[in-house]
Nanobody, 124 residues
């Protein structure tokens, strides 16, 4: 089991950047598939990006492709989400998630562990 804590959210103007961090604790972090999800008020939770345990494979939602970048450092037990060219539509609570199975999934139900979320607000 892994425990996740997100940080780095905040208020930024459209076109700006933020970097979110997900700090993990627990055993076998390197064996977990990791992902970021987000949920805006009144909307469904949506997949943002996932990364394999080795970092060798990533899957990005079309809405963030080319603007967001996921990375991980298993030695540091940390996953990052670099968000550039932010848009008001990116405003949401962002969640870090982990799953044991070594396949990136886009459904939130496929993930075993979740962080508490961090708020990202993009003003226009």
């Amino acid at each position: 089991q892994v425990q996740l804590v997100e940080s780095g959210g905040g208020l930024v103007q459209a076109g700006g950047s933020l970097r979110l961090s997900c700090a993990a604790s627990g055993r076998t972090f390197s064996g977990y598939t990791m992902a970021w999800f987000r949920q805006a008020p009144g909307k469904e939770r949506e997949f943002v990006v996932g990364i394999s345990w080795s970092g060798g494979r990533t899957i990005y939602a079309d809405s963030v492709k080319g603007r967001f970048t996921i990375s991980r450092d298993n030695a540091k037990n940390t996953v990052w989400l670099q968000m550039n060219s932010l848009k008001p539509e990116d405003t949401a609570v962002y969640y870090c998630a982990a799953r044991i199975i070594s396949i990136i999934a886009t459904r939130g139900e496929s993930y075993d562990s979740w962080g508490q979320g961090t708020q990202v607000t993009v003003s226009s």
